[in-house]
């Protein structure tokens, strides 16, 4: 069986001990082992510091923007090969492999894009300059460096490829060297990645480094100008912000956790026109699309009471059939969830919905001859949403969601959306520019996107749970508290903002301005 290594300090490192088992989730055959035992944490964090920063600092914005053009171009000459593995080690049907390895390389060709506008410069100002006192002589200017630290990239096991490289592409971009330390369980798509770039030396020495396996002691190795960009399940983001060394030093930590995205439908639309049709299309494809393994899955469907009959019978035919099975057929529209343990937290999430509400398709029985982690798409009913408490705090991390009645007024959605305590996308879907106002007011604080669906881009609308380079990703509460992508503004985790005051000449020498 294949032994993956971690990319440290130079050099391939195979972890001592036992290790972890990789497998393939639709076979449980066992497709690697890793572990990232005896590997020297400190060393890998100086060796980021010392070696990949200086070499990405000595670069200008367009220099970066080329070396991450590279990578971008180096990863899509083996997207077969990527595809391939998405498939056996995440249980991705090939469209769900493609949303991550082509969300992967096509975020890093954004960020590509947009550090060749930034020019030769190597300091990006914030905001306008501001006169200081009664002649304009008297300057002030924000300015943004690098951290002359290294960011600790944490990821959650679903994204293997786009997860990691969405948030090196803001800090490469930056000029801030990463350590890419993915889920353990389906990391042979990273390791895979980080191969490829290795070899390609896309990338100056200590640019990247990647860990297989645990974390080990890393963060209690990392110091002030370090960052630690983690997503992954509320628990786990909540042990990282409170690790005593990354409170001590004021490690910046940014944490991009669970999150119960709703879809609201506004009332009085025609059920054959554009918008209710894109509403049932997109909730399916959002449920089912990674088999309902996206942050930004939608959990919970709000339908106005009078359509709440018809849209449940829509999207529960629509749910039926879908085929679900090992990916490697093609014909297979779902496959399973990533590990066992997933499996089993989907179906104790499940009955714990079921219990305030009703299944109205799927459930839990087993699908085929019980091999492979794999559950039905599965559609909730909760008549009382109100009342209800497990619909609003449980995120089921699969093809689940449910489905609620509400009163047909902004007030009554909003009430209900926020009641998730902070979300990452909600989606509206309607054609009235009233309802949309009043719905976008109530819901912008609680959530960090919002999706209008509407006849006007019913044709080219992506779907909620697609996140954009160019807009940011990351919510308040319970989603974590963070913000990644959104363009330029993506950097900032990166980057120190510093107030520069004095002669407006000298700040405008200086700058370039
Ligand atoms: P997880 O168990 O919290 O693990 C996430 C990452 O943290 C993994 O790389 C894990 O490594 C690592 N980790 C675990 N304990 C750690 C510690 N004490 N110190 C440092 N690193 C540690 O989450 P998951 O099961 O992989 O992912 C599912 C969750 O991620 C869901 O709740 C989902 O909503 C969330 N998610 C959020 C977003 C978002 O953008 N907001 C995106 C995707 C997923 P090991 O695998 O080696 O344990």
Known sequence: MRTLASYVY?????????????????????????????????????HGRETGGPALRAM?????????????????????????????????TRSDAK??????????????????????????????????????????????????????????????????????????????????????????????MVEILVSDAVLPEGALQYISGSAGDLLSHLTEQDVVAFTGSAKTGRIIRGHENLLARSVKVNVEADSLNS?????????????????????????????????????????????????????????????????VNGDVRMGPLATSNQLRDAHEGIAALAA??????????????????FVRPTLLLNSD???AREVHVREVFGPVATIMPYDGTPAAAADLV???????????????????????????PWNGRLYLGSRKVADMAVGSGAAMPLL???????????????????????QQRTALQGDRGLLNKLLGG
């Open 356 to 373: 305030e509400g009703e299944i109205v398709v799927g459930g839990m029985d087993p699908v085929g001859d019980g091999k492979g982690y």
């Open 10 to 46: 130079g050099e391939w490192v195979e972890g001592q001990g036992e290790g972890a088992v990789l497998v393939n989730p639709a076979t449980e055959e066992a497709l690697a082992v890793t572990g990232s035992d005896g590997i020297d944490f400190a060393a890998a964090a100086a």
């Open 60 to 92: 200008n914005f367009e220099e970066r923007a080329e070396m991450m053009k590279a990578m971008s171009e180096s990863l899509h000459a083996h997207r077969d090969e990527l595809l391939g593995l998405g498939v056996a080690n995440g249980g991705n």
């Open 472 to 494: 940011k990703h990351g919510g308040p509460g319970r989603a974590g508290g963070g913000a990644e992508l959104g363009g330029l503004s993506g950097l900032r985790l990166y």
């Open 99 to 192: 949303f991550d390895v082509d969300g992967a390389t096509g975020t890093l060709a954004a960020y590509a894009s947009l550090g060749r506008g930034l020019g030769d410069k190597k300091i990006m100002l914030a905001g306008e300059g501001v006169q200081l006192g009664r002649s304009a002589r008297y300057w002030g200017q924000h300015i943004l460096t690098p951290r002359e630290g290294v960011a600790v990239l944490i990821n959650a096991f679903n994204f293997p490829a786009w997860g990691w490289a969405e948030k090196a592409a803001c800090s490469l971009l930056a000029g801030v060297p990463v350590i890419v330390k993915p889920a353990t369980s389906t990391a042979l798509l990273t390791f895979r």
């Open 263 to 327: 879809a609201v439908l506004a009332p009085g639309l025609d059920p054959d026109g554009d918008t209710a049709r894109l509403f049932v299309r997109e909730i399916v494809k959002e449920m089912t699309q990674k088999a309902g393994q996206k942050c930004t899955a939608v959990r919970r469907i709000l339908v106005p009471s009078d359509d709440l009959d018809r849209v449940r019978d829509e999207i529960a035919q629509a749910l039926s059939a879908i085929r679900i099975g090992d990916t």
């Open 385 to 387: 949403p109100a009342a």
């Open 418 to 444: 926020r009641r998730g305590a902070g979300s990452l996308v909600a989606a509206i879907y309607g054609d009235d520019v009233t309802f949309m106002g009043d719905l976008v007011a109530g819901l912008a």
